[in-house]
């Protein structure tokens, strides 16, 4: 007996000096440092006390030049404004950007359209935030509900924390990544041993307050997608293991794409998604030309190109800057919050998760146009990628292009679509 359970005992000491030289490894580098080194970027760092309360998270860009996304960076970025078609998923994505309330995109298109491509194009839009410096939870020194266990103690106690301006960080999430990859993992040994929580931070730390991008994430395990769902509609990520449990802030935008030939989310999945866009191949040959010469363009000279597209970019940029700040003081009239629950009602959408984010959506939509007032044009233009998704009921059906929405629109609406 003595002899067996040295034998346990020894094998569990091994495990555990293996498993803490991999956490060693992978957590040696700064998540902070490494994202600025991949995007090319630069951060300007400052110390502010818990008094200080800086806003500047609805800035496009750097506020000087040496925060510009640098163009001999080693992954150049194709602009989006470069993009030809696709305009349903450009369009999502801006309102979720505007409104990350909206609950994300998911993406179904043929393979080959670019929809990886539009997605990562979204970096050059996104704007600035301030975090705490040296936390790989991209906590927020402002707002309580976006802070990490230890800034949020550092905060109570009025203790000054030291910021950094990054841009908003894209997280890929690949298919092949475990729960615990995503989730994050506990260190039992030391929580037992030294009495202290040692948790290593996982993909969903990383992606606090930016986006999560899953391609083919229709071939991801489902455990896996819930588990992403749940943390993007609640903004929190919850671990426990062994009855220790640690909770942070997981507030991103989540955006999936995936081929259809390869199927379908479930239904039940599907309804998470606050919006569905669906991309077709071009088929204009004119566009088709045009496409392989823009590509060959980029490919051939990145900064060249990326320079030709500044003055849109920078021009969509300020329109999405100018709709985040005026989202808070849009208004929907109750006419039209009635016709928008009429609509789902008539279409027999489950839940109520259809009315909740087809309304946030017509407000992005209303403030990227500038105005304070949602109207029947506004709802129009996002009901169908905001309740296209909600209507099927049997996982073998196929999901309708929006036309049975539209209809039902027209309709109660009486708006004329031409």
């Given amino acids: 007996k003595n002899l067996i359970h040295v034998i346990v005992f020894a094998s569990s000491c091994l495990y555990s000096f293996v498993r803490n030289r991999e956490m060693f490894t992978m957590t040696s580098r700064p998540v902070y440092t490494n994202l ?34 640098e ?27 505007i409104d990350p309330n909206i609950g994300g995109i998911m993406v179904m ?19 600035y935030i301030e975090i705490v410096k040296d936390d790989a939870f991209m906590s927020s020194p402002t707002d309580p509900n976006l802070m990490s266990p230890d800034v949020l103690a550092a905060y109570r106690a009025k203790e000054p924390l030291e910021t950094a301006f990054v841009p908003i960080n894209m997280v890929d999430l690949p298919l092949g990544a475990t729960e615990d990859r995503v989730c994050g993992t506990i260190d039992i040994e030391k929580a037992l041993t030294e009495g202290t929580k040692a948790f290593e931070p996982g993909l969903l730390a990383k992606a606090n307050r930016g986006i999560l991008y899953v391609d083919e994430v229709n071939l ?16 929190w990520n919850t671990v426990e ?16 794409s995936g081929n259809p030939e390869e199927g379908e989310l479930r239904p039940q999945l599907l309804d998470r998604f606050g919006m569905h866009a669906q991309i077709k191949t071009v088929k204009l040959p ?16 990145p900064k060249k190109f990326r320079a030709t597209y500044k003055a849109k970019q920078d021009e969509v940029i300020d329109q999405v800057t ?21 609509v789902c009602a008539e279409l027999d959408v489950d839940g109520l998760r259809g009315d909740l984010v087809t309304t946030r959506a017509s407000r992005a939509a209303a403030a990227f146009r500038g105005s304070k007032i949602v109207t029947d044009e506004d709802v ?35 708006y004329d679509i031409e």
Avoid: W
């Avoid at 997605?119 to 704007?127: F, Y």
């Avoid at 991801?220 to 903004?235: I, Q, R």
């Avoid at 293991?241 to 955006?255: Q, T």
């Avoid at 100018?322 to 009429?342: G, H, W």
């Fill in 286 to 301: 004119e566009e088709r030309v045009k496409v392989v010469e823009e590509r060959t363009a980029f490919d051939t000279d």
């Fill in 380 to 414: 129009y233009s996002v009901i169908s990628l905001c309740l296209r998704h909600r209507l099927r009921k049997d996982p073998m059906a196929t999901i309708d292009e929006g036309s049975r929405v539209t209809e039902v629109f027209s309709s109660v609406f009486g």
């Fill in 322 to 342: 100018r709709a985040r700040a005026l989202l808070p003081e849009v208004e929907v009239p109750m006419d039209i919050r009635l016709k928008i629950s009429q």
């Fill in 71 to 97: 163009e001999s960076s080693a992954r150049p970025v194709y602009p989006f404004t470069a993009i030809i078609g696709q305009e349903e998923m450009k369009f999502a994505a801006l309102m979720n950007i």
């Fill in 220 to 235: 991801l395990d489902d455990h896996l997608v819930d588990v992403l769902l749940d943390s993007a509609a609640s903004g």
């Fill in 241 to 256: 293991r062994e009855g220790i449990s640690i909770c942070h802030p997981a507030r991103f935008i989540l955006i999936g």
């Fill in 36 to 69: 600025n080194v991949c995007l090319g970027r630069e951060v300007n760092t400052r110390r502010v006390s818990r008094s200080a309360r800086v806003s500047r998270s609805s800035r496009p860009r750097a506020v000087s030049s040496e925060q510009e996304v």
């Fill in 109 to 127: 298109g043929d393979r080959g359209t670019g929809k990886s491509t539009t997605v990562r194009s979204l970096t050059d839009l996104l704007p």
